[in-house]
Protein backbone atom coordinates (compact mmCIF):
# COMPACT_ATOMS: atom_id res chain seq x y z
CA UNK A 1 0.00 0.00 0.00
CA UNK A 2 2.75 2.68 0.90
CA UNK A 3 4.43 1.54 -2.33
CA UNK A 4 1.45 2.91 -4.50
CA UNK A 5 1.15 5.72 -2.26
CA UNK A 6 4.66 6.45 -3.21
CA UNK A 7 4.43 5.56 -6.94
CA UNK A 8 1.26 7.91 -7.72
CA UNK A 9 3.14 10.71 -5.70
CA UNK A 10 6.22 10.55 -8.13
CA UNK A 11 4.19 10.56 -11.04
CA UNK A 12 1.87 13.42 -9.28
CA UNK A 13 5.05 15.26 -8.69
CA UNK A 14 6.54 14.65 -12.37
CA UNK A 15 3.52 15.49 -14.33
CA UNK A 16 4.06 19.16 -13.28
CA UNK A 17 7.61 18.71 -13.42
CA UNK A 18 9.25 22.33 -15.14
CA UNK A 19 12.28 22.36 -16.89
CA UNK A 20 13.74 26.53 -16.26
CA UNK A 21 16.09 26.87 -19.23
CA UNK A 22 18.33 29.85 -17.68
CA UNK A 23 18.72 31.26 -21.11
CA UNK A 24 15.10 31.39 -22.37
CA UNK A 25 14.18 33.28 -18.96
CA UNK A 26 16.41 36.03 -20.21
CA UNK A 27 19.92 34.45 -18.63
CA UNK A 28 22.77 36.39 -21.03
CA UNK A 29 25.20 34.48 -22.13
CA UNK A 30 28.94 35.54 -23.31
CA UNK A 31 28.65 38.81 -22.13
CA UNK A 32 31.77 39.73 -19.12
CA UNK A 33 30.23 43.13 -18.62
CA UNK A 34 29.50 43.89 -15.22
CA UNK A 35 25.94 45.21 -16.01
CA UNK A 36 25.79 41.36 -17.36
CA UNK A 37 26.67 39.75 -13.98
CA UNK A 38 24.29 41.44 -11.83
CA UNK A 39 21.27 41.12 -14.45
CA UNK A 40 22.13 37.17 -14.12
CA UNK A 41 22.90 37.46 -10.75
CA UNK A 42 19.18 39.02 -10.04
CA UNK A 43 17.37 36.29 -12.58
CA UNK A 44 19.23 33.32 -10.52
CA UNK A 45 17.97 34.48 -7.00
CA UNK A 46 14.81 35.17 -8.14
CA UNK A 47 14.68 32.20 -10.27
CA UNK A 48 15.88 29.93 -6.81
CA UNK A 49 13.07 31.90 -4.60
CA UNK A 50 10.36 30.05 -7.60
CA UNK A 51 11.59 26.35 -7.48
CA UNK A 52 9.20 23.95 -6.68
CA UNK A 53 9.47 20.06 -5.94
CA UNK A 54 10.01 18.59 -9.44
CA UNK A 55 11.96 20.88 -11.14
CA UNK A 56 15.11 21.27 -12.90
CA UNK A 57 16.87 24.37 -13.52
CA UNK A 58 19.32 24.31 -16.43
CA UNK A 59 22.19 26.19 -17.17
CA UNK A 60 23.31 25.53 -20.72
CA UNK A 61 26.24 25.00 -22.49
CA UNK A 62 27.91 28.42 -22.51
CA UNK A 63 28.99 30.97 -19.75
CA UNK A 64 27.31 32.72 -17.48
CA UNK A 65 29.04 35.95 -16.45
CA UNK A 66 27.39 36.36 -12.83
CA UNK A 67 27.23 38.53 -9.84
CA UNK A 68 27.79 36.80 -6.50
CA UNK A 69 25.43 37.04 -3.15
CA UNK A 70 23.39 33.98 -4.75
CA UNK A 71 20.48 33.15 -2.00
CA UNK A 72 18.08 30.15 -2.42
CA UNK A 73 16.23 28.00 0.83
CA UNK A 74 13.42 25.65 1.60
CA UNK A 75 13.01 24.09 -1.74
CA UNK A 76 12.81 20.30 -1.98
CA UNK A 77 13.04 17.73 -4.53
CA UNK A 78 15.00 20.08 -6.95
CA UNK A 79 18.08 19.12 -9.70
CA UNK A 80 20.28 21.62 -10.50
CA UNK A 81 21.99 20.73 -14.22
CA UNK A 82 24.96 22.69 -14.89
CA UNK A 83 25.85 21.81 -18.46
CA UNK A 84 27.83 25.62 -19.36
CA UNK A 85 29.82 27.27 -16.82
CA UNK A 86 28.91 29.89 -14.19
CA UNK A 87 31.70 32.11 -13.92
CA UNK A 88 31.68 35.14 -11.12
CA UNK A 89 32.58 38.41 -11.28
CA UNK A 90 36.16 39.34 -10.08
CA UNK A 91 34.67 42.58 -8.91
CA UNK A 92 35.73 43.43 -5.45
CA UNK A 93 34.75 46.23 -4.71
CA UNK A 94 30.92 46.30 -5.55
CA UNK A 95 30.64 42.30 -3.75
CA UNK A 96 27.58 42.58 -1.99
CA UNK A 97 27.68 42.28 1.81
CA UNK A 98 25.53 41.38 4.43
CA UNK A 99 23.01 43.39 5.81
CA UNK A 100 25.58 45.50 8.33
CA UNK A 101 28.26 45.37 5.96
CA UNK A 102 30.98 43.32 7.66
CA UNK A 103 31.14 40.74 5.75
CA UNK A 104 31.03 39.82 1.87
CA UNK A 105 28.18 37.43 0.70
CA UNK A 106 29.02 33.46 -0.65
CA UNK A 107 28.86 33.44 -4.32
CA UNK A 108 26.52 30.53 -3.83
CA UNK A 109 24.95 30.20 -0.55
CA UNK A 110 21.45 27.37 -0.13
CA UNK A 111 19.89 26.64 3.37
CA UNK A 112 17.07 24.71 4.21
CA UNK A 113 17.00 22.04 1.26
CA UNK A 114 16.11 18.47 0.38
CA UNK A 115 16.61 16.22 -2.20
CA UNK A 116 18.56 18.05 -4.33
CA UNK A 117 20.84 17.03 -6.96
CA UNK A 118 23.18 19.11 -8.43
CA UNK A 119 25.02 17.48 -12.15
CA UNK A 120 26.11 17.72 -15.47
CA UNK A 121 25.03 16.20 -18.48
CA UNK A 122 27.94 17.32 -20.47
CA UNK A 123 31.09 17.44 -18.07
CA UNK A 124 33.10 16.17 -20.85
CA UNK A 125 32.97 19.53 -22.55
CA UNK A 126 35.80 20.82 -20.23
CA UNK A 127 38.05 18.60 -21.60
CA UNK A 128 37.47 19.54 -25.52
CA UNK A 129 37.95 23.42 -24.29
CA UNK A 130 34.14 23.57 -23.68
CA UNK A 131 32.39 25.20 -20.85
CA UNK A 132 30.25 21.86 -19.69
CA UNK A 133 29.33 21.89 -15.73
CA UNK A 134 31.96 24.02 -14.07
CA UNK A 135 31.47 26.90 -11.53
CA UNK A 136 34.22 29.53 -11.68
CA UNK A 137 35.13 31.37 -8.69
CA UNK A 138 37.10 33.51 -10.69
CA UNK A 139 38.75 34.54 -7.77
CA UNK A 140 42.20 35.67 -8.45
CA UNK A 141 41.70 39.20 -7.29
CA UNK A 142 40.46 37.79 -3.83
CA UNK A 143 43.92 35.85 -3.13
CA UNK A 144 47.18 37.45 -2.06
CA UNK A 145 49.81 38.54 -4.21
CA UNK A 146 51.16 39.13 -7.10
CA UNK A 147 47.39 41.07 -6.43
CA UNK A 148 47.92 41.24 -2.38
CA UNK A 149 44.17 40.50 -2.19
CA UNK A 150 44.79 38.36 1.18
CA UNK A 151 46.50 41.37 3.23
CA UNK A 152 43.46 43.60 2.02
CA UNK A 153 40.66 41.19 2.53
CA UNK A 154 42.42 38.94 4.68
CA UNK A 155 39.42 36.55 5.79
CA UNK A 156 36.45 38.33 4.45
CA UNK A 157 36.61 36.58 0.40
CA UNK A 158 33.07 34.69 -0.68
CA UNK A 159 32.71 31.06 0.30
CA UNK A 160 32.32 29.92 -3.23
CA UNK A 161 29.69 27.29 -3.06
CA UNK A 162 27.67 27.07 0.36
CA UNK A 163 24.76 24.44 1.91
CA UNK A 164 23.87 24.69 5.30
CA UNK A 165 20.95 22.38 6.80
CA UNK A 166 20.51 20.56 4.19
CA UNK A 167 19.46 16.21 3.26
CA UNK A 168 20.09 13.99 0.80
CA UNK A 169 22.21 16.19 -1.20
CA UNK A 170 24.01 14.48 -4.53
CA UNK A 171 26.88 16.68 -6.64
CA UNK A 172 28.33 14.92 -9.60
CA UNK A 173 29.95 15.71 -12.72
CA UNK A 174 31.48 18.74 -12.25
CA UNK A 175 34.41 21.29 -11.84
CA UNK A 176 34.86 23.71 -8.88
CA UNK A 177 37.58 26.18 -10.15
CA UNK A 178 39.24 28.99 -8.62
CA UNK A 179 37.31 29.89 -5.42
CA UNK A 180 37.89 32.97 -3.75
CA UNK A 181 38.13 31.23 -0.63
CA UNK A 182 36.15 27.87 0.73
CA UNK A 183 35.17 26.20 -2.27
CA UNK A 184 32.93 22.95 -1.38
CA UNK A 185 31.27 24.11 2.12
CA UNK A 186 28.31 21.81 3.08
CA UNK A 187 27.40 22.10 7.27
CA UNK A 188 24.52 20.20 9.13
CA UNK A 189 24.06 17.79 6.67
CA UNK A 190 22.09 14.37 6.66
CA UNK A 191 22.91 12.53 3.79
CA UNK A 192 25.41 14.22 1.21
CA UNK A 193 27.49 12.16 -1.40
CA UNK A 194 29.63 13.74 -3.69
CA UNK A 195 31.05 11.72 -6.71
CA UNK A 196 32.94 12.23 -10.03
CA UNK A 197 33.32 15.93 -9.38
CA UNK A 198 37.06 17.54 -9.17
CA UNK A 199 38.11 21.27 -7.39
CA UNK A 200 40.83 23.08 -8.78
CA UNK A 201 42.43 26.22 -7.24
CA UNK A 202 45.80 27.36 -8.45
CA UNK A 203 47.64 30.01 -10.96
CA UNK A 204 49.58 27.64 -12.86
CA UNK A 205 49.31 24.18 -14.15
CA UNK A 206 52.58 23.05 -12.33
CA UNK A 207 52.33 19.70 -10.32
CA UNK A 208 53.54 20.92 -6.81
CA UNK A 209 52.31 24.07 -4.28
CA UNK A 210 54.76 26.62 -5.95
CA UNK A 211 54.76 30.16 -4.53
CA UNK A 212 52.85 31.96 -6.77
CA UNK A 213 50.16 28.82 -6.62
CA UNK A 214 50.36 29.33 -2.50
CA UNK A 215 48.69 32.99 -3.20
CA UNK A 216 45.92 31.43 -3.72
CA UNK A 217 45.47 30.49 0.56
CA UNK A 218 42.25 29.26 2.24
CA UNK A 219 41.14 27.97 -0.86
CA UNK A 220 39.82 24.44 1.59
CA UNK A 221 38.24 21.61 -0.75
CA UNK A 222 35.60 19.79 1.06
CA UNK A 223 34.35 21.06 4.62
CA UNK A 224 32.08 19.41 5.78
CA UNK A 225 29.88 18.75 8.57
CA UNK A 226 26.93 16.24 9.59
CA UNK A 227 26.35 13.01 9.04
CA UNK A 228 26.11 10.31 6.59
CA UNK A 229 28.22 11.91 4.13
CA UNK A 230 30.34 9.76 1.38
CA UNK A 231 33.10 11.67 -0.98
CA UNK A 232 34.11 9.31 -3.60
CA UNK A 233 35.91 9.49 -6.93
CA UNK A 234 36.82 12.81 -7.15
CA UNK A 235 39.67 14.78 -7.06
CA UNK A 236 41.43 18.00 -5.07
CA UNK A 237 43.97 20.45 -5.78
CA UNK A 238 43.82 23.37 -3.49
CA UNK A 239 46.18 25.54 -1.30
CA UNK A 240 44.84 24.64 2.39
CA UNK A 241 43.24 21.88 3.49
CA UNK A 242 41.77 19.14 0.87
CA UNK A 243 39.15 17.88 3.45
CA UNK A 244 38.05 19.26 6.88
CA UNK A 245 35.74 17.49 8.94
CA UNK A 246 34.55 19.48 11.51
CA UNK A 247 31.66 19.70 14.84
CA UNK A 248 31.37 16.18 15.73
CA UNK A 249 30.48 14.69 12.45
CA UNK A 250 29.69 11.01 11.91
CA UNK A 251 29.73 8.12 9.55
CA UNK A 252 31.72 9.79 7.06
CA UNK A 253 33.44 8.05 4.48
CA UNK A 254 36.29 9.52 1.71
CA UNK A 255 37.20 7.35 -0.90
CA UNK A 256 39.02 6.91 -4.15
CA UNK A 257 40.10 10.78 -4.21
CA UNK A 258 43.53 12.31 -5.41
CA UNK A 259 43.63 14.58 -3.54
CA UNK A 260 46.71 17.57 -2.99
CA UNK A 261 46.70 20.37 -0.64
CA UNK A 262 48.85 21.88 2.11
CA UNK A 263 46.58 22.05 5.19
Known amino acids: MLFHVYVTLCLFVSCFANIINFADIGGVSEDYSENAAWKNGGLLNETFALLKAGDTLLIPDATFYIMGGILGSNFNDVTIEING ?5 NDTKNWPVNADGSRVLSCIYLTNISNVVFTSSNPSARDMGGSGGIIDGNG ?30 LVENLLFKDSPYHTFSVYKVDGLEVRFSEISARRTEQ ?33 DDTIAVKDDSQNMLFERINASGVG
Open 85 to 89: KLLFS
Open 207 to 239: ENHNTIDMTAFNTDGYDVTGRNVWIHDSSVWCQ
Open 140 to 169: QKWWGFPGLGYLHYAENRPRMFFVEIASNI
